[in-house]
């Protein structure tokens, strides 16, 4: 009997356990289930159990690789794999896939969420400011930036695109300006956000040279990894222009001094909680489990990221 462990530093909601579990007892599967682990060890040792694993951000290391010798599929359910070890895969045979598309609304709800709690003041009772009429730029125009802009429509927002690996034309019938340079979108875009992936071109990619084209009284929402930001370029960036707002789910490394230099200019979730629906991890989870199901019974690879 296939062994599936559904390791989950921050647990789906129960629904999407339950879920997960009845699309693996269908297919004759055990679920092995560890949430809220606190050690490396204890994924470990879970892991070392299992035929696949199911994960969220959970960090899957070498190390996590080499103690999981049966373990022959890893599947993020979510969409940025950058806490995959993908080498240590490739080196031990391993397939690792993603559920793209899957989380994407909650994270593009999100993001519509902080940015109205930023400029209503924190729900303070000060007077705000709104979204209507104002430019919206889309860092990526992959699943997440879709939603971005379909929400952004509705808001009345003036919407632009840029994304080197989506054609003009794609993203223009969707009704939005498509820009040809990232420095052109930071330079005609109030409100910023942010979907692109973390890798080794984008890291550290949001800097101050960028940054400082930005239009008046400009946000910057990030619902993408804290990795992209250079985080010394934006505190310089911001430090100059008081008119400037960050909006992160995942708070800078160096939160304190962002919240301590920039009080009402900054808003950062507890934990990142963009994924965090009983939605998104429903169809996450799920899809996560069809995809070992199908990747064991008919050798699927259709969501494979490592070549
Ligand atoms: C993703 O890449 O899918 C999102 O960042 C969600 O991550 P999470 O599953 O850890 O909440």
New binding site residues.
Partial sequence: MKKVLVATE?PFAPVAVNGIKTVLDEAGYEMILLEKYTSVDEFKAAAAKADAMII??DQATREVIEAAPSVKIIV??????DNIDLQACNDKGVVAM?TPGQ?SNA?AELAFAMMLYSIRGAFSGASGTELRGKSIGIHAYGNVGKYVAEIAKGFGMKIYAFDPFVKKEDIEKDGLTALDSVEELYKTCQYISLHIPANDKTKKSINYDLLKQMPKKGMLVN???KEVIDEEGLLKFMEEREDIRYVSDIAPDTRADFEAKFPGRVVFTAK?????TSEANIN?GIAAAKQIVAFFEKGDVTFKVNK
């Fill in positions: 921050k969220r951000s993020r359910a979510g969409a940025g794999y993603n989380n994270v619902t993408a990894r990142k909680m963009g994924a965090q996450a």
